[in-house]
């Protein structure tokens, strides 16, 4: 069960949606390599570290919040 993601931090909006971008790198291998961030559908706001190949991970970027 993946865990449930958490307001946005800057309009307190709940309403985040997934995004997946892709990159094809011909000269690395012929796969797409595919990146999941989080984003506030209200506000904007985004958590993409650039380097999330799961949703899970997504999550876990998303959810993190500074001390």
């Known amino acids: 069960m993946m865990a ?3 307001p ?3 309009c307190g909006s709940t309403n985040i949606q997934y995004l ?3 990159h094809f790198q011909p000269w690395d291998d012929a ?3 595919l990146w999941y961030h989080c984003s506030c559908y209200d506000c904007g706001a985004e958590a993409d570290t650039g380097d ?3 949703m ?3 999550t ?3 959810n993190r919040r500074a001390t």
């Open 4 to 6: 449930k993601l958490k």
């Open 8 to 10: 946005c931090p800057f």
């Open 20 to 22: 997946i971008s892709g």
């Open 31 to 33: 796969e797409m390599r």
């Open 52 to 54: 999330c190949r799961t």
């Open 56 to 58: 899970k991970e997504a």
């Open 60 to 62: 876990q970027a998303w």
